[in-house]
């Protein structure tokens, strides 16, 4: 059964991993409250407050005489929030546990809020919000503005960051409310790994029990919209250099469900992150050189662009599948490098497209088959094992795991892998899964938005543009499917173009 937001099971629980031989101790507290629980007109203040707390000083040490005395004894800590949770996580040898507890718990009880640190700390969101969300890659802010698109109307809709107005609004004065208010000792859970002594940890939750005695009011978790046909956003910027597309609908299954291992299966086959062996990234990647990378996923993945694994600290209720195509290039960019395409009016987003959602389609239809069945739940079982290879990711992924209702997510999803069989995985496909109905968001350039928004509303063929001396090598089983897929038809109901500089206000 699914823990949502806002119980108060969750007060003062201590999450317990015991490891006699470590050599670190490492400390996770984490806090229901998450961006959900932003004002109207600050958004971003939970993620803001959590920085100050974790990137400020005390009221004995600056933020500056913290860093110089840690910095030798190979110390880190640090905050994570996302849209239901917060997390601190503090790492050290045990053997500066002594110096460094107490600068620990002060960060958490007696914080600084100086004024210089929040004025660094909130310049530091302005500038994400406002410029490097859209300017850094245009993959992230993609994979950013579908959840816009799913979750608009909703506590989910704006980025953990804030709004551009959001933040702007934001004071000192507003940051030490919200930490009284939403950071206290009735919504707190506590983790421990390591070499610890009973008595340590006694102290520890001695003293967190002195964070603010109240039970925060939290709002209950915005859900997914539905979509109606393919709702499509382009997002038209100045000087993109290609065209990054994100798709997604409601996934009406968490980890809290059993049939999520099965699923897991599916989408390992269709598109892992980061697996070339995967359905998408063969179709597209390998076999057409259209791009980097092509991935699916059945829950959020924090950081895609950077991080090889899933990462613990990011527990939702409310989900969605989605599909990410890392960029593919426009028609100026084909037209600039090859004489041949001259005459080009959309580079390759549409071709992508239907390719990406024909392969889900048909893997609907016709399920795995037996023998990638074997194959991917084979890899899988091992591939799970590498989530958590430090003690700050293995607690990580077991204070997770009770958000969801369960013990310990991993070992529990190794044992249903294991026993799942391959009609399971294709009756969860067919219950789960559709391709009729989704949110499309596509980051491109000015130059392609118009053309692109055209021929996606007529449905107008996509034929794959190749180079003459790319084409005169492709073996014909893929050209031959490439005429299939270039007149799949696509049940494209909106098309809406938006200026890049209109977005995340």
């Keep these: 059964m699914l823990v949502v937001a806002g119980q108060a099971a969750f007060a003062q629980e201590v999450v317990e991993l015991r490891q006699q031989n470590s050599n670190k101790i490492v400390i996770k507290l984490r806090f229901i409250n998450g961006s959900i629980t932003d004002p109207a007109g600050k958004e971003g203040i939970t993620n803001l407050t959590a920085k100050v707390l974790a990137a400020g000083g005390t009221k004995d040490l600056t933020s500056t005489q913290i860093n110089d005395m840690l910095y030798p004894m190979a110390i880190s800590y640090y905050s994570t929030t996302d849209k239901e949770v917060t997390y601190f996580t503090f790492e050290t040898p045990s053997d500066f546990i002594g110096k460094f507890y107490p600068v620990m718990r002060d960060l958490m009880l007696n914080p600084r809020f100086d004024e210089s640190d929040f004025t660094r700390i909130k310049s530091n969101h302005q500038n994400y919000v406002d410029q490097v969300i859209r300017s850094s890659s245009d993959e992230e802010y993609g994979k950013k503005a579908l959840e816009n698109q799913i979750f608009r109307g909703t506590n989910y809709q704006h980025l953990v960051q804030g709004t551009s107005s959001g933040v702007k609004s934001i004071?000192?004065?507003?940051?030490?409310?919200?930490?009284?208010?939403?950071?206290?000792?009735?919504?707190?859970?506590?983790?421990?790994?390591?070499?610890?002594?009973?008595?340590?940890?006694?102290?520890?939750?001695?003293?967190?029990?002195?964070?603010?005695?109240?039970?925060?009011?939290?709002?209950?978790?915005?859900?997914?919209?539905?979509?109606?046909g393919l709702e499509v956003e382009i997002i038209s910027k100045e000087n993109a250099l290609g065209s990054a597309v994100s798709a997604g609908f409601p996934l009406a299954i968490t980890r809290s469900s059993d049939d999520f291992a099965a699923l897991m299966i599916a989408n390992s086959w269709l598109g892992e992150h980061r697996k070339s062996y995967s359905k998408l990234y063969q179709k597209i990647r390998e076999q057409r050189s259209m791009n980097y990378g092509d991935y699916s996923y059945i829950e959020w993945y924090e950081n895609g662009g950077q991080n090889m694994l899933p990462q613990p600290g990011y527990p939702r209720s409310s989900n969605y599948f989605s599909i990410w195509i890392r960029p593919v290039q426009t028609a100026k960019g084909l037209k600039d490098q090859y004489t041949e395409l001259a005459d080009l009016k959309t580079g390759h987003a549409q071709f992508a497209i239907r390719m990406a959602i024909r392969e889900m389609d048909q893997l609907v239809k016709n399920g795995l088959s037996k023998e990638d069945f074997d194959l991917t739940k084979t890899f899988l079982i091992s591939?799970?094992?590498?989530?958590?290879?430090?003690?700050?990711?293995?607690?990580?992924?077991?204070?997770?795991?009770?958000?969801?209702?369960?013990?310990?997510?991993?070992?529990?999803?190794?044992?249903?892998?294991?026993?799942?069989?391959?009609?399971?995985?294709?009756?969860?496909?067919?219950?789960?899964?559709?391709?009729?109905?989704?949110?499309?968001?596509?980051?491109?350039?000015?130059?392609?938005?118009?053309?692109?928004?055209?021929?996606?509303?007529?449905?107008?063929?996509?034929?794959?543009?190749?180079?003459?001396?790319?084409?005169?090598?492709?073996?014909?089983?893929?050209?031959?499917?490439?005429?299939?897929?270039?007149?799949?038809?696509?049940?494209?109901?909106?098309?809406?173009?938006?200026?890049?500089?209109?977005?995340?206000?």
């Excluded at 859970?189 to 001695?206: C, D, Q, S």
């Excluded at 050209?479 to 206000?505: A, C, G, H, M, P």
């Design 171 to 228: 004071t000192l004065e507003d940051v030490k409310n919200h930490y009284k208010t939403y950071f206290t000792s009735k919504n707190l859970m506590i983790g421990i790994a390591g070499n610890y002594t009973p008595e340590f940890l006694a102290m520890l939750k001695a003293d967190l029990n002195k964070l603010p005695q109240v039970m925060p009011e939290l709002p209950k978790p915005g859900t997914a919209r539905q979509p109606d």
């Design 383 to 505: 591939y799970m094992k590498l989530y958590i290879q430090t003690p700050a990711k293995q607690l990580g992924y077991l204070m997770d795991s009770r958000f969801y209702g369960r013990k310990d997510y991993i070992n529990e999803m190794d044992a249903l892998l294991k026993k799942v069989t391959v009609e399971q995985v294709n009756a969860a496909i067919k219950k789960y899964w559709q391709t009729q109905n989704m949110f499309i968001t596509i980051v491109t350039d000015t130059s392609e938005a118009e053309e692109l928004s055209k021929s996606l509303k007529d449905n107008t063929p996509s034929p794959m543009s190749y180079s003459a001396s790319l084409k005169a090598g492709m073996p014909k089983t893929i050209l031959d499917e490439d005429d299939q897929v270039s007149t799949y038809k696509l049940n494209v109901k909106s098309v809406k173009i938006i200026n890049s500089t209109d977005t995340f206000r």
